[in-house]
């Protein structure tokens, strides 16, 4: 008899006995075989892979969209399908679909926000102060943007040195916040409506480029800009290491408290633009602004795809949950359909997303 041998792995490549093709190591499993059948995948198989990828993700809110259009345009004919009704529809959705691209972010890192819609209350009326609009008066109306912008990413540097440091749990950290800014917003403005004077502000948002609204504009260049900072830099990985696991993005590196805390700001800065386009579609600043955004941001981000427990994100899967949720809405109003149906369709929508989530996840299906 011969003796076996052995020879040690190099580095980067699996060791003897060492599981690939995805397997966690350390668990014992045997290696995936493959073949020229594909390793025994059965074409049903690789269709279930298909649509648990994000190209299958997006491909069912695509289709989820279109199947709204048509009911829209079955439902209500030509009140639906025309420009002015998807510029309505772009423009309903912009507001919130900025402060739906930053809770990605956060919800992607493994936390949650529930404070946004206060946030954003609280920007408008301090950017629409009778002293805030007096000294953007006297020099310029970016005055009011600098002062809401600055109002939510300091809620949220908040919210995340709490969360983080503080180690509060997020949602008791953001549901402080949401009693204290919705609060401090009514104390401020007195519980009154602070109607903007100074025209600059109205007029360059409230505008069109190209036929294009600014508020849509804006709406694109954000959710770009999101894209691109979750996929391609840095800060998104580690974004995604976060969410993952925490331990396992400190031990390789990544100062877990330092990002998360950063994620908060980037949320409460997106806050802060939202607060702009509305002070500019309602040309005013008051408390009772983004009522229920928590909620409607959190549902247009399970809808897109984005995993509640993080580690998973996407932007364009939030993008047209966002389209999704507005295009109902639209189809509902010209139905002349009641907010309380409304409702009860948004919570179904989101009870099937969240099951399907489970279910995939359930069955390991890529992220």
Not at 180 to 209: C, N, Y
Not at 220 to 232: D, F, I, Q, S
Request: proline letters at 3%; hydrophobic letters at 50%.
């Amino acid at each position: 008899m011969s003796a076996e041998t052995t020879t040690p792995a190099r580095d980067g490549e699996p060791g003897p006995g060492t599981s690939v093709g995805g397997d966690r190591p350390g668990k014992g499993l045997p290696a995936k075989t493959t073949g020229g059948n594909g390793g025994g995948r059965t074409p049903r198989d690789r269709i279930g892979e298909l649509f648990a990828g994000s190209v299958g993700r997006n491909a069912g809110l695509v289709i989820a969209l279109l199947a709204l259009c048509l009911i829209g345009f079955l439902t209500a004919g030509d009140r639906f399908a025309t420009i002015d009704n998807v510029m309505t529809i772009l423009r309903l959705a912009s507001v919130i679909g900025v402060v739906a691209v930053g809770m990605t972010f956060v919800i992607t890192g493994g936390g949650i926000d529930l404070s946004v819609g206060a946030i954003v209350a609280l920007a408008t009326v301090w950017a629409t102060t009778l002293s805030t609009q007096t000294m953007a008066a006297d020099t310029h109306w970016m005055i009011m943007v600098t002062t809401a912008l600055a109002v939510g990413a300091g809620c949220g540097l908040i919210n995340g040195l709490l969360i983080a440091y503080g180690r509060m749990a997020p949602f008791i950290a953001t549901l402080a916040m949401l009693a204290g800014a919705r609060g401090l917003a009514e104390m401020i403005s007195e519980k009154r409506t602070q109607v903007i004077t100074v025209p600059g502000l109205v007029d360059f948002f409230g505008g069109r480029v190209l036929g294009i609204p600014v508020l849509v504009i804006v709406f694109a260049l954000v959710a770009a800009g999101g894209w691109v900072l979750l996929n391609r830099t840095t800060f998104g990985r580690r974004t995604l290491a976060v969410g993952g696991n925490p331990e396992a993005a400190r031990l390789a590196g990544v100062n877990v408290r330092r990002h998360t805390a950063l994620l908060y700001v980037l949320l409460g800065t997106a806050c802060g633009i939202a607060a702009v386009m509305i002070m500019a579609r309602t040309t005013a600043g008051t408390s009772t602004h983004g009522m229920l955004y928590e909620l409607d941001a959190i549902a247009a981000v399970v809808i897109g795809g984005t995993l509640l427990s993080g580690g998973r994100g996407t932007i364009v899967g939030t993008v047209f949950g966002v389209l999704i949720f507005t295009t109902l809405t639209n189809v509902f109003t010209l139905n002349n359909l009641d907010t309380s149906t409304q409702a009860v369709a948004k919570g179904l929508i989101i009870v099937v997303a969240v099951l399907l989530q489970q279910r995939v996840a359930a069955r390991g299906g890529p992220g």
